[in-house]
């Protein structure tokens, strides 16, 4: 079974910048569509991001132009790279692999990154 852990998040001002990355460790993930969630408080958790297999993307509407997903396969690892930060971006961070033609995850859920974007 993979596990997934997810670091990187913290306080930001809002028009800031943080990296965010998902370590998978008991297999290798490289075959998987990955994905970032988000869960603010209150709310659902949110779909934000996906990087398939041959590292085309596709991006919460919200996020375009503000986060950059990227794999790398040899180290297992994803990352999200989020520019220009809002408050409305303050959420938990997961990442899970996900089905393209169900669009459920595979994994179990990691603890998630906290994202705080406040001045």
């Known amino acids: 079974q993979v596990q997934l852990v997810e670091s990187g998040g913290g306080l930001v001002q809002p028009g800031g910048s943080l990296r965010l990355s998902c370590v998978a460790s008991?297999?290798?993930?490289?075959?998987?569509?990955m994905a970032w969630y988000r869960q603010a408080p209150g709310k659902q958790r949110q779909w934000v991001a996906t990087?398939?297999?041959?590292?085309?993307?596709d991006y919460l509407d919200s996020v375009k132009g503000r986060f950059t997903i990227s794999r790398d396969n040899a180290k297992n690892t994803m990352y999200l790279q989020m520019n220009t930060l809002k408050p409305e971006d303050t959420a938990v961070y997961y990442c899970?692999?996900?089905?393209?033609?169900?669009?459920?995850?595979?994994?179990?859920w990691g603890q998630g990154t906290q994202v705080t974007v406040s001045s």
């Open positions: 899970n692999a996900v089905s393209p033609r169900s669009g459920r995850v595979v994994f179990d």
């Open positions: 008991g297999n290798t993930v490289s075959r998987y569509a």
């Open positions: 990087i398939f297999g041959d590292y085309s993307t």
